[in-house]
């Protein structure tokens, strides 16, 4: 399996956790081309940091990748999820 598709699943089984939401900000930042803070990544346990670090070399190497437009609907999700409950 892809990394940007475990991405998406760890995304839809918990929205609101700190994995969840770091690799959402990571997504959408991808997507945006905007800044994505790196000290995040260090919150990550040592699989999900591997897992991040998958997320940018397959975006690198297929950024037009099918899969990233429901991984990003999905982080956008989580993202207005977590803001609306704050």
Known sequence: ???????????EQNPQEQTAQIFSRLILSLVEEVDFSMKDLYLLDSPDFQLAMDILQEWRLDRYYMGKAKT????QQALSLAKSKK
Do not use: C, E, S
Not at 1 to 11: D, E, G, H, N, P
């Open 1 to 11: 399996m892809r990394a940007i598709k475990k991405v998406r699943l760890v995304i």
């Open 72 to 75: 990003f609907d999905m982080a």
